[in-house]
């Protein structure tokens, strides 16, 4: 194999998975509150414009 190309799928796959295996991130944040955090809760913000006066 003197003479071969390397596709971008032979060096992805192996480089995404020792990313995966180096992750820290995850294990650092704090998941207690995971389960308030729902579909649909929060998808609104209401929010009340302030008054504008102008004078005459």
């Known amino acids: ?10 060096i992805a796959r192996p480089a995404l998975i020792r990313l995966i295996e ?10 207690d509150y995971s389960n308030q955090f729902v ?3 929060g998808a609104k913000v209401q929010v009340k414009k302030p008054v504008v006066l102008t004078a005459q």
């Open 1 to 10: 194999m003197a003479n071969s190309f390397i596709s971008v799928k032979d």
């Open 22 to 31: 180096n992750l820290v991130f995850p294990n650092l944040i704090y998941k």
């Open 39 to 41: 579909n649909g809760k």
